[in-house]
C-alpha cells in the first residue's frame, strides 16, 4: 500500500508540473499574440496615415498643375514644356525705338526670374507699353491730318487769289490793247509810251504768273511731303498693330456645357456688341493663327464691364469648351472698332457670285466698320484712311471691266500707302468659320442660307440665371 501510495504522489506532482507549465505557457502565448496584435493595429494606422498623407500631397500636385495649365500631363512633359515655353517667350528682345534705343536688342526678361507668373507680368508690361505707344502714335497721326486740312484749306485760298488776280490783270491787259488800237491814230510818242507801258504790264503779269506757278508747285510739293509723312505715320500705327493681330481677344471664365452657354471677360468697358462671334482655342494657345481651333460662340448678353454671356454654336465632345480658353476675332480689339476696306470679287461660295453684302454684314455685325469698299458694280465707296487697320481681298476682277480694274488698283494703291493689313479672302472665311450655303438662290444673288446666316445673330437664345446654371454646374 505504502509502494502505491507513494506511486499515486509521485503521479499527482508530475500532473501538478504538468499544469502549472501549461499554464505558463499559455500566458505567454497569449501575451505574445495581444502584443502582436497591437503592433498589427500600429502598424495599420500608419499606413492609412502615409496613404492619406501621400493622396493630401497628390491632390495638392493636381491643384498646382491645373493652376498652371497642365492638369494631364507627368512632371517630366511639364519640365519640357516649360524649357520651350522660357526658350520661345522669355528669349524676345528688345524693339528699336525712339525711347529706348541703348537697350535694343536685348532680352526683355531677367533670365535669373524666368517662371510664369514673373513672365506673365512682364509680358503684360510690355502689352500696355506697346498700347501706350500706339496711342501716341495714333494722336500724332490726327495732328498732322489736321495740320494736313488746314494747309490743304490755305492753299486752296491762295491759288483762289492768284487766279482771281490773273484774271484782273487779263482784263486790264485786254482793255489797254483795246484803248492801244484804238488811238492807233494818235500821235507816234503817245503811241510808243503806250506800247511801252502795255509792255511792261505784259512784264510783270508774266513775272507775277511765273511766281505764282513757283508758288503752286512748291504748295504741291509741301502736300506731298505731309502725304507721304501721314502715310509713314499709319505705316507706324499698322506695323506696330501687327503684333496684337493673332493675340487671344479675351478668355472663356465659366462654362455650361448643359444650357450650350459660356462666359467671357470682356463687356460693356470694353466695347463688345451683341452677335460678336468668337473662335474658341486652347487655355495655352498664344497665337491664333497657329492655334487649333476647339469650336465658336456668339455673343447674346453684356453682363458687365468685363462680363458677357455667349451661347457655344460648334464645340467637340473630344476635346469640349472649358475655362480658361481663349478666344478671337480679328474683327474686333477691346474697346476700340477695327476699321475694314473690302475690295476684289468677294466669292464666298465659290460659284462665282460677288457676296460683298455678306462678308460687309459680317464684319458690322462684330463692332468693325468698312470704311472703302468696291460695290457689286465696280465703283468705289468711301475712302481708306490712315484708321483703317484691314483690307480683305477677294478674287482678282475680270479684266474686261476697265472701271472695276482702275477702282480695284487704286485701293491696294492706298493700302500700299498707308501700310494696311491684308487679309486674303480665304483666311478671312476660315477666321469667320463661314460655311458654304446649299439653299435654293433668289434674284439678286444672294441665298436663303446667306441672308439667314447674315441674320442669324440677331436670333436671342433664352439663358437660365447665372446663378442657377452655375449651381448646376457646380452640381454635375
Given at each position: 500500500m505504502a509502494r502505491e501510495s507513494q506511486g499515486l504522489q509521485v503521479l499527482l506532482i508530475i500532473f501538478v508540473m504538468l499544469a502549472v507549465i501549461l499554464g505558463v505557457t499559455t500566458y505567454l502565448y497569449n501575451k505574445r499574440a495581444d502584443e502582436a496584435t497591437k503592433a498589427a493595429v500600429a502598424a495599420d494606422a500608419r499606413e492609412k496615415q502615409a496613404k492619406q498623407e501621400t493622396a493630401d500631397k497628390q491632390k495638392e500636385c493636381d491643384v498646382l498643375k491645373t493652376f498652371i495649365g497642365f492638369p494631364?500631363?507627368?512632371?517630366?512633359?511639364?519640365?519640357?514644356?516649360?524649357?520651350?515655353?522660357?526658350?520661345?517667350?522669355?528669349?524676345?528682345?528688345?524693339?528699336?525705338?525712339?525711347?529706348?534705343?541703348?537697350?535694343?536688342?536685348?532680352?526683355?526678361?531677367?533670365p535669373s526670374t524666368l517662371y510664369y507668373s514673373r513672365l506673365l507680368a512682364g509680358m503684360f508690361k510690355v502689352i500696355q507699353d506697346r498700347s501706350d505707344e500706339l496711342i501716341r502714335s495714333r494722336a500724332l497721326v490726327a495732328d498732322l491730318e489736321t495740320r494736313f486740312k488746314n494747309r490743304e484749306a490755305t492753299k486752296d485760298d491762295a491759288i483762289a487769289a492768284l487766279t482771281a488776280g490773273y484774271g484782273k490783270l487779263d482784263e486790264q491787259v485786254k482793255k489797254i490793247e483795246g484803248d492801244f488800237n484804238s488811238n492807233q491814230q494818235a500821235t507816234s510818242d503817245q503811241n510808243v509810251a503806250l506800247a511801252t507801258k502795255v509792255a511792261d504790264i505784259k512784264s510783270r503779269a508774266d513775272k507775277e504768273k511765273a511766281a505764282a506757278a513757283e508758288d503752286v508747285t512748291n504748295a504741291k510739293k509741301v502736300v506731298a511731303a505731309r502725304d507721304k509723312e501721314i502715310g509713314d505715320m499709319a505705316g507706324e500705327i499698322n506695323r506696330a498693330a501687327r503684333h496684337e493681330m493673332d493675340a487671344p481677344s479675351g478668355e472663356i471664365t465659366w462654362v455650361s456645357l448643359p444650357n450650350k452657354l459660356v462666359w467671357i471677360n470682356r463687356g460693356r468697358a470694353d466695347a463688345l456688341q451683341r452677335q460678336t462671334k468668337f473662335t474658341v482655342y486652347s487655355a495655352e494657345s498664344t497665337n491664333a493663327a497657329k492655334a487649333v481651333k476647339k469650336g465658336e460662340v456668339e455673343v447674346v448678353k453684356i453682363e458687365g464691364d468685363h462680363s458677357a454671356q455667349a451661347r457655344i454654336l460648334d464645340d467637340k465632345l473630344a476635346d469640349p469648351i472649358m475655362a480658361g480658353d481663349k478666344v478671337f476675332t480679328p474683327l474686333w480689339s477691346p474697346g476700340q472698332q477695327n476699321h475694314f476696306a473690302l475690295t476684289g470679287i468677294m466669292n464666298l461660295d465659290g460659284d462665282g457670285r460677288n457676296q460683298i453684302n455678306i462678308v460687309r454684314g459680317l464684319i458690322e455685325q462684330s463692332g468693325g466698320v468698312v470704311d472703302c469698299e468696291l460695290d457689286e458694280q465696280g465703283k468705289k465707296q468711301g475712302q481708306i484712311t490712315a484708321d483703317t487697320r484691314y483690307v480683305v481681298v477677294g478674287d482678282v476682277p475680270d479684266k474686261s471691266s476697265q472701271e472695276f480694274m482702275k477702282n480695284h488698283g487704286a485701293i491696294l494703291h492706298d493700302v500700299d500707302r498707308y501700310h494696311v493689313n491684308i487679309i486674303k479672302l480665304p483666311d478671312f472665311k476660315q477666321q469667320m468659320n463661314y460655311q458654304k450655303s446649299s439653299s435654293v438662290e433668289h434674284f439678286g444673288g444672294a441665298t436663303t442660307s446667306d441672308v439667314s446666316r447674315a441674320a442669324n445673330a440677331a436670333k436671342k437664345t433664352p439663358a437660365p440665371k447665372a446663378a442657377a446654371t452655375k449651381s448646376e454646374d457646380e452640381g454635375n
Amino acid at each position: 500500500m505504502a509502494r502505491e501510495s507513494q506511486g499515486l504522489q509521485v503521479l499527482l506532482i508530475i500532473f501538478v508540473m504538468l499544469a502549472v507549465i501549461l499554464g505558463v505557457t499559455t500566458y505567454l502565448y497569449n501575451k505574445r499574440a495581444d502584443e502582436a496584435t497591437k503592433a498589427a493595429v500600429a502598424a495599420d494606422a500608419r499606413e492609412k496615415q502615409a496613404k492619406q498623407e501621400t493622396a493630401d500631397k497628390q491632390k495638392e500636385c493636381d491643384v498646382l498643375k491645373t493652376f498652371i495649365g497642365f492638369p494631364e500631363r507627368s512632371a517630366e512633359e511639364i519640365k519640357k514644356q516649360f524649357t520651350e515655353d522660357m526658350e520661345t517667350y522669355g528669349n524676345a528682345k528688345r524693339l528699336d525705338t525712339d525711347a529706348d534705343k541703348a537697350n535694343a536688342g536685348k532680352p526683355l526678361f531677367d533670365p535669373s526670374t524666368l517662371y510664369y507668373s514673373r513672365l506673365l507680368a512682364g509680358m503684360f508690361k510690355v502689352i500696355q507699353d506697346r498700347s501706350d505707344e500706339l496711342i501716341r502714335s495714333r494722336a500724332l497721326v490726327a495732328d498732322l491730318e489736321t495740320r494736313f486740312k488746314n494747309r490743304e484749306a490755305t492753299k486752296d485760298d491762295a491759288i483762289a487769289a492768284l487766279t482771281a488776280g490773273y484774271g484782273k490783270l487779263d482784263e486790264q491787259v485786254k482793255k489797254i490793247e483795246g484803248d492801244f488800237n484804238s488811238n492807233q491814230q494818235a500821235t507816234s510818242d503817245q503811241n510808243v509810251a503806250l506800247a511801252t507801258k502795255v509792255a511792261d504790264i505784259k512784264s510783270r503779269a508774266d513775272k507775277e504768273k511765273a511766281a505764282a506757278a513757283e508758288d503752286v508747285t512748291n504748295a504741291k510739293k509741301v502736300v506731298a511731303a505731309r502725304d507721304k509723312e501721314i502715310g509713314d505715320m499709319a505705316g507706324e500705327i499698322n506695323r506696330a498693330a501687327r503684333h496684337e493681330m493673332d493675340a487671344p481677344s479675351g478668355e472663356i471664365t465659366w462654362v455650361s456645357l448643359p444650357n450650350k452657354l459660356v462666359w467671357i471677360n470682356r463687356g460693356r468697358a470694353d466695347a463688345l456688341q451683341r452677335q460678336t462671334k468668337f473662335t474658341v482655342y486652347s487655355a495655352e494657345s498664344t497665337n491664333a493663327a497657329k492655334a487649333v481651333k476647339k469650336g465658336e460662340v456668339e455673343v447674346v448678353k453684356i453682363e458687365g464691364d468685363h462680363s458677357a454671356q455667349a451661347r457655344i454654336l460648334d464645340d467637340k465632345l473630344a476635346d469640349p469648351i472649358m475655362a480658361g480658353d481663349k478666344v478671337f476675332t480679328p474683327l474686333w480689339s477691346p474697346g476700340q472698332q477695327n476699321h475694314f476696306a473690302l475690295t476684289g470679287i468677294m466669292n464666298l461660295d465659290g460659284d462665282g457670285r460677288n457676296q460683298i453684302n455678306i462678308v460687309r454684314g459680317l464684319i458690322e455685325q462684330s463692332g468693325g466698320v468698312v470704311d472703302c469698299e468696291l460695290d457689286e458694280q465696280g465703283k468705289k465707296q468711301g475712302q481708306i484712311t490712315a484708321d483703317t487697320r484691314y483690307v480683305v481681298v477677294g478674287d482678282v476682277p475680270d479684266k474686261s471691266s476697265q472701271e472695276f480694274m482702275k477702282n480695284h488698283g487704286a485701293i491696294l494703291h492706298d493700302v500700299d500707302r498707308y501700310h494696311v493689313n491684308i487679309i486674303k479672302l480665304p483666311d478671312f472665311k476660315q477666321q469667320m468659320n463661314y460655311q458654304k450655303s446649299s439653299s435654293v438662290e433668289h434674284f439678286g444673288g444672294a441665298t436663303t442660307s446667306d441672308v439667314s446666316r447674315a441674320a442669324n445673330a440677331a436670333k436671342k437664345t433664352p439663358a437660365p440665371k447665372a446663378a442657377a446654371t452655375k449651381s448646376e454646374d457646380e452640381g454635375n
